[in-house]
C-alpha cells in the first residue's frame, strides 16, 4: 500500500491554422502557438487525485509501466512490498 497521491489532468489543446494542422510532438505544439504561425488555446477539462492501484492502472492504460512512480501493478511502493519480502 502507498500513502502517496497522484494527479490525472486532461487537457484539450484547440488549434487554429490557416492549413491542415499536422500533429507531431507536445514540443512542436508549444512552438507553433507560441512563435509559430497558429494560435492555440488549452483548456484544462478535468483533475482527478489517484491513490497507488487507481495510478497503476492509468500508467498501464498509458502503456507506461506502474515502476516509473515505484509502484506495483498492485499500486504498492516497490520499496515497501521489497520490505515485507524480507
Known amino acids: 500500500m502507498t500513502n502517496r497521491k497522484f494527479h490525472r489532468t486532461v ?3 484547440v488549434i487554429l491554422s490557416e492549413e ?13 502557438i507560441t512563435e509559430g504561425d497558429c494560435s492555440g488555446e488549452v483548456i484544462q477539462l478535468s483533475a482527478k487525485v489517484l491513490d497507488g492501484k487507481q495510478a497503476a492502472r492509468a500508467l498501464r492504460q498509458q502503456a507506461s509501466d506502474p515502476s516509473f512512480f515505484q509502484l506495483t501493478n498492485q499500486g504498492d511502493d516497490i520499496d515497501e512490498e521489497t520490505t515485507n519480502r524480507s
Open 11 to 13: 487537457l484539450r489543446v
Open 20 to 32: 491542415p494542422y499536422k500533429f507531431h510532438d507536445l514540443e512542436q505544439v508549444n512552438h507553433d
